[in-house]
């Protein structure tokens, strides 16, 4: 390439926007220290406090706490008082970094890019050949780090908002109906939905033997596994008990046949019973998903959720960014004719879907 085609401008743009992220990279594992290590907990509950004085409340090493710190300010993750030589956090850095029940708490979401280098092997085999990954082949890290992620989202809007906006199902769940929850994770969604309504029984389907025994740990820590059943099986095996809600939290994108998976879902309902559809949200055309969210999205569906799709039999690879379009079109290949948008947040869209 001749030199005398670049412009040094954006050249040196490009550079720092390059730098910019590499630096998020680092970042992400102080984040991740600063929340095992109980850093920024002590800084939102004691702050503000000098290196050594952080180090003494988290019995850590003064030394290497005072790095992090440092670099925790340059990040502009926490405070820094030059007069004092002591560092702090805002209360919206604490509702991000410390406070663990948050709905915008962040740190350990760091888990699944962690985990995404440890596999970039198979990542790299995956490219070269078109063969799937499958959820369990990957790091631990990933189901724990894709379950904190969205845990506390749910955990917000769930039972609040977005249950309401469905057509009639809080008043069947108040009264009791049957519940799937397809590709349960870690159970959390189930656990939200029994804790709420204690007349309605929930069922958590999900083929990863791992989150399954998450999920029944989970359930037994909020006192629900007396209305919570937990079962590895194939989201096209499960029986058809007759559910009053079946819901698929950011999990259809994951399966290979998403179509037979809706169709399924669709024989598994009763006559009036209702399909809740959480997807990662997108716009239909891939230049207005040109952004940070689109970019993360994007990454780890090439990775995750591509990868399992595949290794799921991949006769349809929907991507974590589907958008609406796709998803309508989905939903009406598999029977379901009433389809809406009942709400959206940055990272999600909320689907009502009946046959």
Aim: glycine residues 8%; hydrophobic residues 45%; charged residues 20%.
């Amino acid at each position: 390439m001749s030199m005398t085609t670049i412009d040094e401008t954006a050249l040196n743009a490009f550079v720092m926007r390059a730098v910019d992220h590499l630096g998020a990279g680092y970042l992400g594992v102080m984040v991740s220290l600063g929340s095992r290590l109980g850093l920024y907990q002590a800084l939102a509950e004691a702050g503000p406090l000098t290196s050594q004085q952080l180090a003494e409340r988290t019995d850590c090493a003064e030394r290497y706490v005072r790095d992090w710190a440092s670099s925790q300010a340059a990040a502009g993750y926490v405070e820094y008082d030059p007069e004092a030589e002591t560092f702090a956090l805002t209360p919206e850095q604490a509702l991000v970094l410390a406070a663990e029940d948050s709905p915008v708490y962040l740190p350990p979401a760091w888990n699944t890019p962690a985990a995404m280098w440890s596999d970039e092997a198979k990542a790299l085999h995956a490219f070269r050949t078109g063969e799937g990954i499958a959820w369990g082949d990957h790091d631990p890290r990933l189901a724990h780090g894709t379950a904190a992620f969205y845990r506390n989202g749910y955990r917000a809007s769930l039972v609040s908002q977005w249950l309401p906006a469905l057509d009639g199902v809080v008043s069947a769940l108040e009264r009791g109906i049957a519940v799937a929850d397809v590709g349960v994770g870690h159970g959390h969604t189930a656990v939200l939905i029994a804790e709420a309504f204690p007349n309605s029984r929930v069922y958590g389907f999900d083929t990863h033997a791992a989150s399954i025994s998450e999920s029944r740990r989970n359930a037994r820590a909020a006192g629900v596994d007396d209305r919570t059943v937990f079962e590895q099986v194939s989201a096209k095996e499960y029986d058809a008990l007759g559910f009053g809600l079946i819901c698929f939290f950011d999990a259809l994108h994951d399966m290979g046949d998403p179509v037979g998976v809706l169709r399924h879902a669709a024989e598994a309902l009763t006559a009036d019973g209702t399909l809740l559809l959480v997807e990662p949200n997108a716009a239909d055309r891939l230049e207005d998903n040109f952004t940070v969210v689109g970019q993360t999205f994007f990454a780890a569906s090439s990775m995750i959720c591509t990868a399992h799709a595949i290794a799921d039999g991949g006769e349809l690879v929907l991507g974590a960014q589907a958008g609406p379009a796709r998803l309508r079109e989905v939903l009406g290949d598999a029977g379901f004719s009433r389809v809406r948008i009942v709400a959206e947040t940055p990272f999600n869209l909320i689907i009502e879907a009946k046959r």
